[in-house]
T-cell receptor, first 109, second 116 residues
């Protein structure tokens, strides 16, 4: 069992739909990161959070430390949101990141 | 303010050869981490450098080695390349290793290595 599990692996939505991607982890963490990766390969950091909820534009990230679970929500999805979304955790004992496998999101017009 | 710069962007090597990948961290960052991302998978931690020393290492063989220079830039070296080393190699920089509770990562665009 991976230390960081994401679901779903693949997600197809119609433009305008509300999207949720889930992440569960089994290790102690200092912080959880949500990252976006486009086909070119570069990774962009969306959120880093250790408690509660953060919002940036149409993106919302929540974390429940007790349940070791986080969700990334996208409101009013748009085709330009199509990308791989990756959950990663920073372990308590160091700053290395452990990544989930990623969720491939495709938003159709 | 430049982010993380990696070079080259693409590379093709033959089995058995050696390769060196380079990374310049974001201004103000002194810690560099390297990750390997195979196609369709999440990145895997290779190692992390701070103050010119390897601080942490993932589950990678000794064929993978690195170096950090006084200006915080870093190199990843892979010897005796195998077909399975084909992957996207990502560099991430962060502002120090103390505390870990407020670190922010900046990722480079990666180097796509193909071993034939």
């Amino acid at each position: 069992k991976n230390e960081v599990e994401q679901s779903p692996q693949n997600l197809t939505a119609q433009e305008g739909e509300f999207i949720t991607i889930n992440c569960s982890y089994s290790v102690g963490i200092s912080a959880l990161h949500w990252l976006q990766q486009h086909p070119g390969g570069g990774i962009v950091s969306l959120f880093m959070l250790s408690s509660g909820k953060k919002k940036h534009g149409r993106l919302i990230a929540t974390i429940n430390i007790q349940e070791k679970h986080s969700s990334l929500h996208i409101t009013a999805s748009h085709p330009r949101d199509s990308a791989v979304y990756i959950c990663a955790v920073g372990e308590t004992s160091g700053s290395r990141l452990t990544f989930g496998e990623g969720t491939q999101l495709t938003v159709n017009p | 303010d430049a982010g993380v710069t990696q070079s080259p962007t693409h590379l093709i090597k033959t089995r058995g050869q050696q390769v060196t990948l380079r990374c310049s961290p974001k201004s103000g960052h002194d810690t560099v981490s390297w990750y390997q991302q195979a196609l369709g998978q999440g990145p895997q931690f290779i190692f992390q450098y701070y103050e010119e020393e390897e601080r942490q290492r993932g589950n990678f063989p000794d064929r993978f080695s690195g170096h950090q220079f006084p200006n915080y830039s870093s190199e990843l070296n892979v010897n005796a390349l195998l077909l399975g080393d084909s992957a996207l190699y990502l560099c991430a920089s962060s502002p120090g290793t103390g505390g870990y509770r407020d670190y922010g990562y900046t990722f480079g665009s990666g180097t796509r290595l193909t071993v034939v």
